[in-house]
């Protein structure tokens, strides 16, 4: 069955540092591949997703992704990290664009003034 | 964009009570929605696969008895929580698709639910 890790509970950076956050996924094909970020209390927002093509992803707020095959991971980076970033990401597989997720357990980033 | 309203956004409840949630699509319609339930500090659960006009399909281990799922239009879901106890406490967020082949997922804000 599909699955999905993020090795990291919490992880916690300074205001203006770099940050990268890991997924790695279980999957039988080449999944669809999401990040979400939840704020307190909020609902979930899509940051970016990858399905085929460049393997490098840009979303919004100035995150990006990865995907690499060999690997089996699609780690988020962002090269300079604002308090406002704060908040719990979910890195989600899904067998097409819209089909119900597996997410994994969420990384929750802290950031320091 | 895509907008999906949740409402409410709280509740609190006494145990016995049924508590009902609300998902709409506000500018597009839905085939599917879908209902996660989320623990704290846990993970996105998903709970059911709601399809409009038919009945819900729920997960493993999702009383269906107990959590009434209607997909009456395409452009609204509900989730009651009948009964509730105080273990039902919990985040429960809804997702929608759009109709076609290619479309994203919305998700709704959410309901946190407190049951007394």
């Known amino acids: 069955a599909q699955s999905v890790t993020q090795p990291d509970i919490h992880i916690t950076v300074s205001e203006g540092a770099s940050l990268e956050l890991r997924c790695n996924y279980s999957y039988g094909a080449t999944p669809y591949l999401f990040w979400y970020v939840q704020s307190p209390g909020q609902g979930l927002q899509l940051l970016l997703k990858y399905f085929s093509g460049d393997t490098l992803v840009q979303g919004i707020k100035g995150f990006e992704a990865e995907f690499k095959r060999s690997q089996s991971s699609f780690n988020l980076r962002k090269p300079s990290v604002h308090w406002s970033d704060a908040a719990e990401y979910f890195c989600a597989v899904g067998l097409s664009y819209g089909q119900n997720f597996v997410f994994g357990p969420g990384t929750r980033l802290s950031v320091l003034p | 964009g895509a907008v999906v309203s949740q409402h409410p956004s709280r509740v609190i409840c006494k145990s016995g009570t049924s508590v009902k949630i609300e998902c709409r699509s506000l500018?597009?319609?839905?085939?599917?929605m879908f209902w996660y339930r989320q623990f704290p500090k846990q993970s996105l659960m998903l709970m059911a696969t709601?399809?409009?006009?038919?009945?819900?399909?729920?997960e493993q281990g999702v009383e269906k008895d107990k959590f009434l799922i209607n997909h009456a239009s395409l452009t609204l879901s509900t989730l009651t929580v009948t009964s509730a106890h105080p273990e039902d406490s919990s985040f429960y967020i809804c997702?929608?698709?759009?109709?076609?082949?290619?479309?994203?997922?919305?998700f709704g804000n959410g309901t946190r639910l407190t049951v007394t």
């Open positions: 997702s929608a698709r759009e109709r076609g082949g290619n479309s994203p997922l919305h």
């Open positions: 500018d597009f319609q839905a085939t599917t």
């Open positions: 709601s399809n409009e006009g038919s009945k819900a399909t729920y």
